[in-house]
């Protein structure tokens, strides 16, 4: 049996945690894809040109330009990829920014983990839930 590899979208402006973010998906699986964005300006960008959909957006929320907020309020207004489920990945962990996350559409929000086992945990139970541990 073949499974199809997730293709991901990361939003984020912080080149560290894009690196660490990166580096955790290639020590789950070297093959999964991931495109980056610096910020949601550049993430709608990236949609509207891309011939295909990515599977899930991890979206950071404090980025210049175009914050996490009003990306998410843009791509789950009308866009074509408003489907796409978005995990916010940011480290924010109020309640009041959780909430708002979620009630402008957002799939799950994560804070940011200190340690790399920890995010590595985490973006394997979001793609691949039937393996949980």
Known sequence: ???????????????????????????????IRCLLAANGQEGIHHLNVSESLPD???????????NGMQFLKELKGSHRAKNVPVVIYSTASDQQTIRQALALGAFQFYTKPEKFSEL???????LYPATRR
């Open 120 to 126: 590595v945990s985490m973006l394997h139970d979001l």
């Open 56 to 66: 899930l957006i991890f979206l950071d929320l404090n980025m210049p330009v175009m």
């Open 1 to 31: 049996m073949t499974t199809t590899l997730p293709n991901i979208l990361l939003i984020d402006d912080d080149a560290d945690d894009q690196e660490i973010f990166l580096s955790a998906l290639a020590f789950i699986d070297n093959q």
